[in-house]
């Protein structure tokens, strides 16, 4: 019973700074917004019995990228051009659209039969390093998956220097040193 | 009345709808970015609520991955933001539908 008065509180929350990050006008109050349900969907992981995707939601995604983001916008100061309309003519269908799709996925949802099962392993920082980790012959083979992880990150990180920096020589940098 | 698996479902289908929107329908490019961001969310707590429906050691993989798709995201912020300031930096703007020097 209580589980479910916090689930609809945080899940209340959720959808609520959801609407704000899909009607605020400035792009920071929508990143505000959206480190408030990233948040809220990291109190229900705790509540699910998976803790530390809850804690990894909280430092990964409402610390580092949604930082990354907000960085970001005050650097190129993306509120400028808030004359621009927030929404077009597309919208119009794009919405509907997108409304008739979740009634469909929702009426598939509701009729299926599932339920918690109580045998389910709480996701603790034991039994997901335990897993992830696991270098037996016979185990579930996650460490490779997270060697090619670190390689893509790597590889993200030096495509976004390379992409991001200005070319040396050309006539931005040269400008930036003369200042 | 208890904490039925369903309710998780129905939670993340509607915060992936709004993410849905929010990237297709809004014209910021940041906003865009957002979205996807959201949509991504609400796979990942899909993924969790599914796992939990599923007995002792099949729950395990369920709680796994998500690490994997959050980290997938990082990687994908990362980049997604270098273009943004590439682009930017050539027109001057954060409407999307500025974006439109490779429509045929």
């Known amino acids: ?18 609407f704000c990050v899909l009607l605020s006008r400035h792009p920071l109050y929508g990143a505000l ?7 809220s969907l990291a109190g229900i992981y705790g509540l699910l019995a998976s803790p530390f995707i809850g804690v990894v939601q909280v430092m990964v995604y409402a610390g580092a990228i949604m930082m990354l983001l907000t960085f970001v916008i005050m650097v190129l100061n993306g509120a400028r051009d808030s004359k621009t309309p927030m929404f077009d003519r597309v919208s119009l269908f794009v919405v509907p659209a997108v409304l008739v799709l979740t009634g469909l996925v929702g009426f598939v949802l509701v009729r299926s039969p599932i339920a918690f099962d109580s045998t389910a392993l709480r996701g603790s920082v034991k039994l997901t390093s335990e897993t992830l980790f696991n270098v037996a012959q016979t185990g579930p083979g996650y460490f490779i998956l997270f060697e090619v992880l670190g390689l893509l990150l790597l590889s993200s990180m030096a495509a976004a220097v390379l992409l991001a920096k200005k070319r040396l020589g050309s006539v931005d940098s040269d400008n ?3 200042k | 009345m208890e904490l039925q698996a369903i309710y998780v479902q129905v939670l993340a289908l509607a915060i992936f709808a709004i993410g849905l929107i929010v990237a297709i329908s809004r014209r910021n490019v ?15 707590l899909s993924f969790v609520g599914f796992a939990k ?51 045929g």
């Open chain 2, 53 to 103: 429906t599923l007995p002792a050691d099949m729950s395990v993989a369920g709680q796994i991955v998500p690490l994997f798709s959050i980290a997938i995201a990082a990687a994908e912020a990362c980049v997604g933001l270098a273009m943004v300031i590439l682009i930017f930096r050539n027109r001057e703007s954060v409407d999307a539908d500025t974006y439109s020097n490779m429509k």
């Open chain 1, 1 to 18: 019973m209580l589980a479910l008065i916090y689930f609809i509180i945080l899940g209340v929350i959720a959808i609520g700074s959801a």
């Open chain 1, 176 to 178: 930036a040193e003369d």
């Open chain 2, 30 to 44: 940041f906003f865009v970015l957002m979205g996807v961001e959201l949509a991504l969310n609400a796979v990942n």
């Open chain 1, 33 to 39: 917004s959206l480190v408030l349900s990233m948040l």
